[in-house]
């Protein structure tokens, strides 16, 4: 069984700096292959934020480009987002999310393994 733990969310102004973690524990390699970030908005649906997939690449949606990075330490069994110049459009709850190999960022409901959210707040 694969569990996702998150961590990291926190309430910051806008222009500011959040780093969430994601820990992996009880994977198998093959599991969590392709690994993201996701994220949810009250009352809107979840979305992709970031993606790196098996062979390593990144992927990210157009609306955090430039600000957010998406890393994988798998010594560390580790996820990490690192979220800079935050806006106020990026309130919602994080989510990491596995899967054995696709985890498309428009396309969240492929992946099967989930954690269980962390709340990010951006005032302005």
């Known amino acids: 069984q694969v569990q996702l733990v998150e961590s990291g969310g926190d309430s910051v102004q806008a222009g500011g700096s959040l780093r969430l973690s994601c820990a992996v524990f009880?994977?198998?390699?093959?599991?969590?292959?392709?690994m993201g970030w996701y994220r949810q908005a009250l009352g809107k649906e979840r979305e992709g934020v970031a993606t790196?997939?098996?062979?390593?690449?990144?992927n990210y949606a157009d609306s955090v480009k430039g600000r957010f990075t998406i890393s994988r330490d798998n010594a560390k069994n580790t996820l990490i987002l690192q979220m800079d110049n935050l806006k106020p459009e990026d309130t919602a709850t994080y989510y990491c999310?596995?899967?054995?190999?696709?985890?498309?960022?428009?396309?969240?409901?492929?992946?099967?393994?989930w954690g269980q959210g962390t709340q990010v707040t951006v005032s302005s």
């Open positions: 790196v997939d098996p062979v390593g690449s990144l």
């Open positions: 009880g994977k198998t390699r093959s599991s969590t292959s392709c």
């Open positions: 999310a596995a899967a054995n190999i696709f985890c498309p960022l428009d396309k969240p409901s492929m992946l099967p393994f």
